[in-house]
């Protein structure tokens, strides 16, 4: 892949293909330290700890919440041209706040610490990789967000092993949580010496930003709010699902090895999702393909509901995976495509922090409704029909 710089502007720092793969490594460690290492440890924290799952799953709530609240901040640095300070700050504050993580005695030295690491999240995740490598190549953004999740895919299939093999050793989950901590300080020089340069490294000669939407109008068009609940339902449906998949194997009598199997397996579905769209489905219009891909996930999580074979709970992880995977890149695509280039920190980040709010409120809500159902299969089939919500949603959007 050349370098492109049709708007005369120079080459600057990593350069493009240098650019995406640090930003991805970023992104595979990042979602698995920040993320997908909570389910895993939650329950090694009860036993521990023994404040109980309401307890703890309310700290990952609160982290959504602050992630959510800071995403328009975020968005509007990386329009201002601070992307660099944005995702290094961002590595620091995220291995810091896990170290002190490991460090918690008391339920509220843990939601402080999930404060700061929402707001860490905010600045490291998807968006603001996204948001970074559309300002910086604005002709190829759709490859590097294609590239980012590609990679990012993985996350959950390394995590989930890496944690119960770090605990397998005899590590408790304090010190594993030093050690994912180390992990993610040390993204920050990596970021910092991939997006040194000029905010802007390549750009069509003809650009206009006076053409793009702006955040005010965005808001005042019905087709960014449909869009906005479309993923903040979907948003809503994944992080409850992942914040209670292990306990609900367990409620299921699944075997931990098994259950292992199958949540590694969302990771390859996922990157092989994104392979066959790199492959075959490039051509089809992100609408088409994001209705499609949406309505997997209501498919998806009634096989979980019901599922008790290995088989059964295999294809969930296939169909989950894919359509997880897919997802990204249509959030990812269809923000500059719909409003432009010019805002898309600021719009991206108000859309996407909406939906975070929701996926904030997953994991609590989620434990609050196990109350009421009799069980995790009620529970999944209620995921399945906000699913069914989301694809209506997204279908009745229209771009400005």
């Not at 898309?344 to 929701?358: C, E, H, K, N, Q």
Request: one cysteine or more; charged letters at 10%.
């Amino acid at each position: 892949m050349s370098e492109i710089n049709s708007g005369a502007l120079p080459a600057a720092g990593a350069g493009y293909r240098a650019t995406v793969w640090a930003l991805a490594l970023g992104q595979l460690l990042s979602w698995g330290v920040l993320y997908y290492a909570f389910s895993s440890l939650v329950l090694p924290m009860d036993r521990t700890l023994g404040w109980g799952q309401p307890t703890l799953m309310a700290a990952l709530t609160l982290g959504l919440a602050f992630c959510g609240a800071a995403t328009y901040a975020v968005g509007a640095a990386i329009d201002a041209g601070h992307g660099r300070a944005v995702m290094t700050g961002g590595s620091l504050l995220a291995g810091l706040g896990v170290i002190a993580w490991s460090q918690v005695t008391a339920p509220w030295m843990l939601y402080a610490v999930w404060a700061v690491l929402g707001a860490a999240m905010a600045m490291t995740l998807y968006e603001p990789a996204f948001a970074v490598l559309t300002k910086r190549y604005p002709t190829r953004y759709r490859d590097g967000i294609t590239a980012l999740t590609l990679v990012g895919g993985f996350a959950s299939t390394l995590s989930f092993p890496a944690v119960a093999e770090l605990l397998r050793w005899g590590l408790d989950w304090r010190q594993t949580l030093l050690v994912l901590g180390v992990v993610q300080l040390a993204l920050a020089p990596l970021h910092a010496w991939a997006l040194r340069g000029p905010a802007l490294v390549a750009g069509p000669a003809h650009e206009d930003p006076l053409a793009d939407t702006t955040l005010r109008q965005a808001l005042g068009h019905r087709g960014f709010w449909l869009l906005t609940l479309c993923f903040a339902l979907y948003a809503f449906a994944q992080a409850a699902l992942w914040a209670h998949v292990m306990p609900a194997f367990a409620d299921k009598g699944v075997a931990l090895a098994d259950a292992l199997l199958v949540v590694m397996a969302v990771g390859p579905a996922q990157v092989a999702g994104r392979l066959l769209y790199v492959l075959v489905g490039r051509g089809w219009s992100l609408r088409v393909l994001g209705a499609v891909v949406l309505g997997a996930l209501p498919v998806a999580m009634t096989l979980f509901a019901l599922g008790r074979s290995l088989v059964s709970l295999l294809v969930f992880a296939g169909i989950f995976g894919v359509a997880n995977g897919l997802v990204t890149i249509v959030r990812g695509g269809l923000v500059p495509l719909y409003f432009g280039r010019s805002h898309v920190g600021r719009i991206g980040g108000l859309m996407s922090g909406i939906g975070l709010v929701a996926r904030a409120s997953a994991p609590l809500a989620a434990t609050a409704l196990l109350l009421m159902l009799p069980g995790y299969r009620e529970m999944l089939l209620v995921l399945a029909a906000l699913g069914v919500a989301a694809v209506l949603a997204f279908w009745c959007a229209r771009s400005p």
